[in-house]
């Protein structure tokens, strides 16, 4: 009994451990970018006026995410909804994005 419940034990250690490597489940991520579209667009494609993300270089658009997350960009509403993001799924939001076609 000893045995079973320390390899569950470590089982369950090394699951938590290996879960920020972990890759993001493609429904929670499509969600998530689903959230941009109200202003970014249906899978980033926007409408006139405002800035499309489908197609977009990763590295620009994290920087800009992460800037207003710091709060060295300016925003309206881009500094409070980045805010709410891990640095680790903006990252995969912003490849989602990039990987759309343009």
Same mark, same amino acid.
């Given at each position: 009994?000893?045995?079973?419940?320390?390899?569950?034990?470590?089982?369950?250690?090394?699951?938590?451990?290996?879960?920020?490597?972990?890759?993001?489940?493609?429904?929670?991520?499509?969600?998530?970018?689903?959230?941009?579209?109200?202003?970014?667009?249906?899978?980033?494609?926007?409408?006139?006026? *405002?800035?499309? +993300? &489908?197609? #977009?270089?990763? @590295?620009?658009? $994290?920087?800009?995410?992460?800037?207003?997350?710091?709060?060295? %960009?300016?925003?309206?509403? *881009?500094?409070? +909804? &980045?805010? #709410?993001?891990? @640095?680790?799924? $903006?990252?995969?939001?912003?490849?989602?994005?990039?990987?759309? %076609?343009?």
């Amino acid at each position: 009994m000893k045995t079973v419940l320390t390899a569950a034990l470590a089982a369950g250690l090394l699951a938590a451990a290996g879960a920020g490597h972990a890759q993001t489940d493609p429904l929670q991520l499509r969600s998530w970018a689903a959230a941009c579209a109200s202003c970014h667009g249906t899978n980033g494609h926007a409408q006139p006026g *405002m800035e499309s +993300l &489908a197609g #977009g270089n990763k @590295d620009d658009m $994290l920087k800009k995410l992460m800037d207003f997350k710091s709060g060295a %960009k300016p925003a309206t509403i *881009m500094h409070q +909804l &980045a805010k #709410g993001y891990s @640095d680790e799924q $903006l990252a995969a939001i912003v490849g989602w994005f990039a990987a759309q %076609k343009k």
